[in-house]
């Protein structure tokens, strides 16, 4: 089992930046792909950040690219996300998965664990 703990959500103004965090323990997730997802309100879960396990290759939807980097530490067990230049549509609370898939999964089902999320509200 793995176990995930987000860290770091908060209240930023538009254009500033925050960096999350997601600590694993129970079993080392340097095998892992791990992925960063989030949700607003009345909205479904979606993708935004993951990366791979090996060589740490990352991949990020359309509407973070260039804003938000996605980054890991296998000595840590944690993996990170600094989000910069935040937007207002960037609130939603934030949640931490891993999968041990090689290529990271794009959708939210295909993870096997789950951070509770930490929540991220940028104002405008």
């Known amino acids: 089992q793995v176990q995930l703990v987000e860290s770091g959500g908060g209240l930023v103004q538009a254009g500033g930046s925050l960096r999350l965090s997601c600590a694993a323990s129970?079993?080392?997730?340097?095998?892992?792909?791990m992925g960063w997802f989030r949700q607003a309100p009345g909205k479904e879960r979606e993708f935004v950040a993951a990366?791979?396990?090996?060589?740490?290759?990352?991949y990020y939807s359309d509407s973070v690219k260039g804003r938000f980097t996605i980054s890991r530490d296998n000595a840590k067990n944690t993996v990170y996300l600094q989000m910069n230049s935040l937007k207002p549509e960037d609130t939603a609370v934030y949640y931490c998965?891993?999968?041990?898939?090689?290529?990271?999964?794009?959708?939210?089902?295909?993870?096997?664990?789950w951070g509770q999320g930490t929540q991220v509200t940028v104002s405008s």
């Open positions: 998965a891993a999968d041990p898939s090689i290529i990271p999964p794009r959708m939210a089902y295909e993870y096997d664990y």
């Open positions: 129970g079993r080392t997730v340097s095998n892992y792909a």
């Open positions: 990366i791979r396990w090996r060589g740490g290759s990352t």
